[in-house]
């Protein structure tokens, strides 16, 4: 397969290994805790103060190195006032060349307290839209590691090019393709799959339905067995790399169905940027869809919820939609 190409693939990589170098080098300096600081909420989520090194970085390098007059650039992303701006500045949007959609760190609450690497997500659609996850055309994903971990991992794809990437050593600079493939496995026995619910407020439903689902497919437990497990990676880019990696079988991430019954509105879900990176994994072989089995066409935004269900291959798809669904609709979750 030829590497996938597209004019702004290599001024995007340049962006993400410039706020991978910021975010490491801060965590280095940083005195532990201090990089948890609250630095502001927004609409979309809390911003950390590690979250406005990496901001500070991205609309100045965007429009150093991609936005023109001629070609305006819409960037959306939390913690932008309104959730978007157009670059350069004063452009006028219907204008635009390309819209981007970005988080500049998916996984802030386990890096900051080096717990767990984080990435730097990227998608891009043609002209100035109104977009859906389903417009992108390029995506870019990229490991922010921890301060101990000395290599980190940047894919990227092109619509119907296919995907690639390759391996960096941050002490040497040297980079080496490497091959992710999507696991196989027939079945979810002795291996990853999990039901997201990395926040109180509604992991009693979600576990409930985890629990339903393992009973269908695997049967009750056996006396001192486990029947599969699960990784609550507190980033949606972390658990699409880990489908494509070969890691886990199926993630679902249903907060949005659950969390919309909450009185006083829902909190903290997975939205359009958490996800602005699917394109990899759909390119690499993995099957993600909403809770309705479709792809995902959520708009381009900060703000609206995103159900997601990610299935490493289409047999373990046929395993575990149905039962998923039916347990869904039990609850009134789905129609």
């Not at 001024?11 to 490491?24: D, F």
């Not at 001629?70 to 992303?77: E, S």
């Not at 689902?213 to 049967?219: D, H, I, S």
């Amino acid at each position: 397969m030829t590497t996938p190409g597209h004019p702004l693939l290599a001024p995007i990589q340049a962006i993400h290994r410039s706020i991978r170098q910021r975010v490491v080098e801060a965590s280095e300096r940083a005195v532990a805790g201090a990089l948890s600081d609250v630095a502001r909420d927004t609409e979309g989520d809390t911003i950390y103060a590690i979250d406005a090194i990496a901001e500070h970085a991205l609309a100045d390098e965007i429009e150093r190195t991609i936005a023109t007059p001629d070609a305006p650039v819409v960037l959306i992303a939390e913690g932008l006032e309104g959730g978007e701006i157009v670059l350069p500045a004063g452009a006028d949007r219907r204008r635009a060349r390309w819209v981007l959609i970005v988080d500049p760190i998916d996984g802030t609450r386990g890096v900051m307290y080096q717990k767990r690497p984080a990435w730097i997500l990227t998608g891009v659609a043609a002209g100035p839209g109104p977009h859906t996850l389903a417009d992108i055309e390029l995506a870019v994903q990229t490991e922010i590691p921890l301060v101990k971990q000395h290599l980190s991992d940047d894919l990227w794809a092109v619509r119907g090019q296919g995907a690639a990437a390759c391996r960096t050593n941050r002490l040497t600079g040297e980079r080496a393709p490497i091959a992710l493939r999507p696991s196989s496995a027939t079945t979810v026995a002795h291996g990853f799959a999990t039901i997201a619910r990395f926040f109180p407020g509604n992991r009693a439903e979600l576990a409930a339905i985890d629990d339903e689902l393992a009973a269908a497919v695997l049967g009750p437990p056996q006396p001192g067995k486990a029947q599969w497990f699960e990784d609550q990676y507190i980033s949606s880019g972390g658990q699409l790399y880990e489908l494509v990696a070969g890691h886990d079988r199926v993630v679902a991430d249903l907060r949005a169905l659950v969390e919309r019954h909450r009185p006083g509105g829902p909190a903290l879900c997975c939205h359009p940027y958490d996800l602005c990176t699917e394109l990899i994994a759909r390119e690499l072989g993995v099957l993600v869809t909403d809770e309705h089995g479709r792809p995902l066409s959520a708009p381009l935004d900060v703000t609206s919820d995103v159900s997601w269900i990610g299935y490493a291959n289409g047999a373990l798809r046929e395993l575990i939609e149905p039962p998923l669904t039916a347990a869904l609709r039990r609850r009134g979750l789905v129609a």
